[in-house]
């Protein structure tokens, strides 16, 4: 029989250039969840399109949920609309505060977050004080390309996914049900 041990919650971060950060975390959603966790996925970019995943948590019942924060996908550096991203990460990042300090979620999935951070939609140093406050047996998940040394540092747990071999470089479209 297995002893019943405190629940330490972890800091987990998925990041590089490979795809695949927000479909494992999600899937460790879903294995949570499974666990009879609630879970809570706020999405620091993604907004407005029907994605795959929101439709499969809407059969979840209301203990799997995701929340599009965002306003899109930012072009670049340049890209005109950076002030309506900024706006729209910094609800999201208010949102993750307000999460945080009901403690009403076992598991927070902090989608794109890094991007985010990347772009200077939102400070690391809010980020990094959001993970300071972070309840002790609330398991966090960032995701994101260019994970700081500073959000490394803070993490208990950091996947790198590397690409090695993708379709879009021979010109093979995002495909339904693997991309979205």
Not at 74 to 96: F, N, T, V, Y
Not at 114 to 125: D, E, F, K, N, P
Not at 134 to 159: C, F, Y
């Amino acid at each position: 029989m297995m002893q019943e041990q405190k629940k330490q919650g972890l800091i987990l971060v998925n990041t590089g250039n490979g795809k695949g950060k927000t479909t494992a975390a999600l899937g460790m959603g879903l294995r949570a969840w499974g666990q009879g966790m609630k879970v809570l996925v706020l999405q620091f970019i993604k907004g407005g399109w029907k994605y795959g995943e929101l439709k499969a948590v809407e059969k979840l019942g209301p203990n799997f949920e995701i929340r599009q924060m965002g306003e899109g996908f930012i072009k670049g550096a340049d890209d005109q609309s950076l002030d309506g991203h900024r706006h729209a990460a910094g609800e999201a990042l208010e949102a993750a505060r307000a999460e945080f300090s009901k403690a009403n979620y076992d598991l927070i999935i902090l989608d794109e977050i890094l991007y985010a951070i990347h772009y200077g939609l939102v400070a690391q140093s809010d980020v990094l004080a959001l993970l300071d406050a972070k309840p002790e047996s609330l398991h966090v998940v960032l995701t994101g390309r260019n994970a700081s040394p500073e959000i490394i540092a803070k993490a208990d747990l950091v996947t790198e996914m590397r690409e090695i071999k993708h379709p879009f470089t021979r010109g093979i479209p995002a495909q339904r049900g693997i991309e979205f």
